[in-house]
């Protein structure tokens, strides 16, 4: 029995279903839910994140949890240090995978689990030095010092694991096993412990902290769909080794670059301000990287998309129209909140406390720079995903010289401010760059399949 077909009026083009079913305001909501679901999951993961804190900083108080919040910063931060950029790579290469050989994803995702492993047990060894050469000689060794090394590694699996699954066209999944459910898992073992917690102090917090994220981590072997079932771990042999490494270690870089391009300027700032002007700058901070954070997990959703789109003879149309795609989904959900929080910084400064109203110039500042940055698009997600982290990371480079070279000469005479614009131009001239540079070699790589034979 043959489908109805719609009948096309005289002189127009033929219908197809296909075409039809595109132009439905069904198909273009349902689009709009699963590219926006992820951002909504991971705004689930920040809220544990922060009733955890909360939960914390009550049982505990400001001084006995300060340790536990120091090492858990210190750790989330160098989380992709750590992967060593393994998960980049996986958001690249997994999609090339799942269209070319699909029974290999699963082989590959264990290869780069385990050299991601290995990399995080070196530098989680750093940290256990590092809380060794910090505690006072009396004391000696204490079992929490070795947690920093367990936790390294679970949260770089984590991130592996995120990322492949977003690469698989399952970013809502994704989010869940990268980041929903150790923060999850987290908030849950606090609020049953909280009662203990004064017992734990932060050294069992921080064994609370470090579970949550191991049980995280293994649990996503079972995520739906079966591709990681066969092997966890896995080692890949030497020249699949050397390409990981080759591959990695430039996004490595991005991710070292990008985290000092904040933190070098900021100890600028501590140094040469008052310590009132500092809480202010960090709490805009704080507001402003909700933004962020939502702006990350919209992009994320296209970079499997943009890795196909590369692998096109012709890779600049497709590429940059689904770079564009980003770039309108992301400014139609943050736009209007990031309005808001230019039109009313005052207010919503205020509620860490009446004192932080006087950043209100501070948290203005930030959000237009984040409206700049949603303007000018997913700039990491293109050039790593045309194949280009190594200029990505050169770009990093600079970025950091602009970032403290700027800071050092405009923060000691206007303050955060003057780091906020320094940030601003060393960010935003990344943008420019990087998307000239993109565009440029695609055009390049196009005109030479022109003239070849």
């Given at each position: 029995m043959q489908s109805a077909r719609a009948t096309p009026e005289p002189g127009s083009a033929p219908v197809t279903p296909g075409a039809a079913s595109a132009l439905s305001p069904d198909r273009w909501?349902?689009?709009?839910?699963r590219t926006l679901m992820p951002s909504a999951v991971r705004?689930?993961?920040?809220?544990?994140?922060?009733?955890?804190?909360?939960?914390?900083?009550?049982?505990?108080?400001?001084?006995?949890?300060?340790?536990?919040?120091?090492?858990?910063?210190?750790?989330?931060?160098?989380?992709?240090i750590a992967s060593f950029g393994l998960e980049q790579v996986a958001l690249r290469d997994v999609p090339r995978r799942e269209r070319d050989d699909p029974g290999s994803v699963g082989g590959f995702v264990a290869d780069l689990r385990g050299v991601a492993l290995a990399i995080s047990v070196l530098l989680g060894l750093v940290w256990t030095a590092y809380a060794l050469a910090r505690q006072s000689a009396p004391e000696g060794p204490r079992l929490w010092h070795f947690l920093p090394l367990v936790a390294q590694g679970a949260i770089a699996l984590a991130l592996v694991n995120?990322?492949?699954?977003?690469a698989l066209s399952k970013p809502t999944l994704g989010t869940v096993y990268g980041h929903v459910l150790p923060t999850g898992l987290f908030c849950a073992f606090v609020a049953t412990g909280t009662y203990l917690a004064p017992q734990l102090g932060s050294p069992g917090v921080l064994a609370l902290y470090t579970a949550s994220f191991v049980?995280?981590?293994?649990?996503a072997r079972y995520a739906p769909g079966g591709a990681f079932r066969a092997r966890f771990l896995s080692w890949p042999g030497p020249s699949e080794l050397r390409r990981l490494l080759a591959e990695g270690l430039p996004i490595c870089c991005v991710s070292l670059f990008g985290a000092l391009s904040?933190?070098?300027?900021?100890?600028?700032?501590?140094?040469?301000?008052?310590?009132?002007?500092?809480?202010?700058?960090?709490?805009?901070?704080?507001?402003?990287?909700?933004?962020v954070v939502i702006s990350v997990a919209i992009h994320s959703v296209f970079a499997p998309a943009l890795s196909r789109s590369a692998e096109e003879s012709a890779p600049l149309r497709p590429v940059m129209r689904v770079y564009g795609k980003a770039i309108a989904i992301a400014l139609l959900t943050l736009a209007l909140p990031l309005a808001v929080g230019m039109a009313l910084p005052g207010p919503i400064m205020s509620i860490f406390g009446a004192d932080f109203a006087e950043?209100?110039?501070?948290?203005?500042?930030?959000?237009?720079?984040?409206?700049?940055?949603?303007?000018?698009?997913?700039?990491?997600?293109?050039?790593?995903?045309?194949?280009?982290?190594?200029?990505?990371?050169?770009?990093?480079?600079?970025k950091l010289v602009i970032s403290v070279g700027l800071s050092a000469l405009l923060v000691p005479g206007i303050g955060p401010t003057g780091m906020i614009a320094a940030m601003g131009v060393a960010f935003l001239g990344e943008g420019v760059v990087g998307v000239a540079y993109a565009v440029a070699k695609m055009r390049a790589l196009e005109r030479r399949k022109e003239v070849s034979p």
């Open positions: 909501i349902g689009r709009a839910l705004m689930i993961g920040a809220g544990f994140q922060f009733l955890s804190t909360v939960m914390v900083a009550r049982a505990l108080g400001d001084g006995p949890s300060a340790a536990f919040f120091f090492w858990s910063s210190v750790l989330m931060t160098s989380g992709p995120g990322e492949s699954l977003k049980v995280g981590a293994a649990l904040f933190i070098v300027p900021l100890a600028i700032c501590e140094q040469t301000r008052p310590a009132a002007e500092i809480a202010h700058l960090t709490a805009a901070f704080r507001i402003s990287l909700l933004f950043g209100a110039g501070h948290l203005r500042l930030l959000l237009l720079l984040q409206l700049l940055s949603l303007i000018m698009g997913p700039v990491p997600y293109l050039l790593l995903m045309t194949g280009h982290s190594r200029f990505l990371a050169k770009l990093g480079v600079l």
